[in-house]
């Protein structure tokens, strides 16, 4: 049998950070480290094998419930990681989107984001997209809600609206890069749940869970699951390609 080819976009429940924290005797904010040494593998591997959009959850809007010394850790991560992988990522070619109401974010971390936003905007290689204050079913009302504006103010016939109207407003529609819907969603650290992560757009993915912490996560074993993809027969529910 023919080969399918690898996901062309591939989304990442990152889960487990706190539990290796616990294992190791150490506080969740390193955790979070070790988390973000192994987000930093997963980007060039995703590159070096071909994928070409990358979706990671970093932080839900249900993770603002967590102590503030934890919120606080994961935000002035951001700010690390920005200052340590921006000369990287730009040699990689690595453009990146941030799906998620990051405003809401304290200032440094927003401003590190923004430059990184900006310093890779021109870059057309891997399409990295960091899901940051997100939440799937936050990301449909405000589509639904701008639908509605443009039914109001700009004479739109709602009884017109298609799936498509919806998918255009979401994060992934209004990026530079259109961005497809998910091909495989991957959760580590033994969870088998959604979460509130790409709500819409993971009709028809592919699911993938491995017992793997996520700091444990390595690029061989995401290699290992790209090539189970490849195996699998997607059906997209009847029809044998989508569209
Ligand atoms: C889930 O583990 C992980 C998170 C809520 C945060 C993930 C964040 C990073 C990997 C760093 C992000 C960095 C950047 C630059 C975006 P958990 O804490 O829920 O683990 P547990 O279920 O074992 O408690």
Redesign the pocket.
Known sequence: MEKRPFPTHVGII???????AKAHNVP?VM??NA??QS?KKIVIASSNLGVKYLTVY??STE?WKRSTEEVNG?FN??VK?VNSELEELDENNVHINIFGEYDMLPKASVDAIDKMVGRLHDNDGLVFN?A?NYGGRDEILRSVKELARECAEEGRDPSELTEDDISAHLYSGSARFDVPDPDLIIRT?GEERMSNFLTWQAAYSELMFTDT??PDFTPEEYREMLEAYADRDRRFGGRKEAK
């Open positions: 990152m889960d487990g950070n706190g539990r290796w969740r955790g979070h988390g973000m987000m970093a932080f993770n994961i991560l951001i990681y960091i940051l650290s912490l996520w």
